[in-house]
């Protein structure tokens, strides 16, 4: 009875000492999303807490906006100082270290939904071809646990764009690396500007039309007060975001903790694509009906193809710039192959 007793006792300290844990260790990710979007907001209300009661207190997420402690460019450099513990980032930011970024970052038409990028990073060779990028950089110092993209962007136009001759001359704001190129093959003429400043941009003219986020994202940032000729479902980009942490962060927190920030990536982002979709979806429908002055345009499916056709060849030429270029370009294709995106 005694060992009874004194085992119980033992097990209920423990249990205490769990969960009664304070924070022990913060994760502070900055993104790529901007103060006040939809998605951010919907992170920070409903999956950072869970995590915080996943662990029972011992390991809390701070997830900040673009720019919010570091230039949107910096953030692996300030995870590997332990400046961040993490990010969940626009990967093709980092395009000007390796073209290899670009191919992971956003491969331009390349896929239909969020759900197909999702299943390449996790099963077909994704996540393996980013965590080698990295460590090219940063040897042993960023663990990659995940990537995907959040939603299919809507294009941003202050002019209706209704084909792929209609982008002759604009001026759009895009990424550098693919994104740019793509635009400017079709007649466009790219400008990289950081999603932060993109409003004033619109709204003081200085571009026509702008690669800028989801459609509920670019409402609820005001695009649309500018910009009234959204395309809509998206026609090009599906932003890829990674999501990294520390190296020593990652050793830090153990088996347990891992496990649950990759159980909690893997449940949080599914369920943020998912309230994103539905989001983009019940804001368009309402635009068509209001009084707005919003025209939602949706390509037919042969413009879509000549835009596509283009991309395709800028795919090739980049992952001919280096070598996890190459791996990237060749996981890609290997995918779509599979899952009958390609021929």
């Not at 999956?47 to 910096?74: C, D, Q, Y």
């Not at 980032?89 to 896929?111: E, H, Q, R, V, W």
């Not at 990028?133 to 209704?162: M, N, Q, W």
């Amino acid at each position: 009875m005694r060992l009874i007793l004194a085992a119980g006792a033992i097990i209920l300290v423990g249990i205490a000492t769990v969960a009664g844990a304070k924070a022990e260790t913060v994760i502070r990710l900055q993104t790529a999303m901007a103060a006040g979007s939809f998605t951010l907001d919907y992170l920070n209300t409903n999956w950072v807490p869970k995590l915080e009661a996943m662990t029972f207190g011992n390991l809390k997420l701070e997830i900040l906006p673009s720019k919010a402690a570091v230039p949107h460019r910096e953030t692996p450099g300030a995870v590997a100082a332990g400046i961040l513990q993490g990010d969940l980032n626009a990967i093709s930011y980092f395009t000007d270290k390796d073209p290899g970024f670009g191919l992971m970052g956003d491969l331009i038409s390349g896929y239909d939904t969020t759900e197909q990028m999702q299943m390449f990073c996790r099963f077909g060779g994704g996540t393996e071809v980013l965590q080698k990028l990295h460590d090219k950089f940063y040897p042993g110092k960023i663990h990659v646990i995940g990537c995907g993209p959040f939603s299919k962007e809507a294009l941003v136009s202050t002019v209706p764009i209704r084909s792929v001759t209609d982008f002759k001359g604009l001026k759009i704001r895009a990424p550098e690396g693919m994104a740019a190129e793509v635009f400017r093959r079709v007649g466009a003429i790219p400008t990289a500007i950081p999603l932060t400043d993109l409003r004033a941009a619109l709204e003081q003219k200085l571009v026509d039309a702008a690669d800028a986020s989801s459609y509920a994202n670019n409402d609820s940032l005001g695009y649309y007060k500018f910009a009234k000729y959204p395309i809509f479902p998206g026609i090009h980009s599906m932003a890829v975001l990674q999501f990294v942490v520390n190296e020593e962060l990652w050793k830090k927190i153990g088996p347990h903790g891992q496990a649950a920030l990759e159980a909690w990536y893997l449940a949080a982002w599914t369920d943020t694509t998912r309230a994103s979709d539905l989001e983009d979806r019940k804001l368009a429908a309402m635009a068509a009906n209001s009084d707005r002055g919003i025209h939602v345009i949706d390509w037919t499916p042969e413009e879509r193809a000549k835009f596509r056709k283009v991309a395709e060849g800028v795919w090739a030429e980049e992952a001919a710039k280096s070598e996890l270029a190459k791996a990237a370009y060749d996981a890609h294709i290997a995918f779509m192959k599979r899952y009958g995106l390609f021929r």
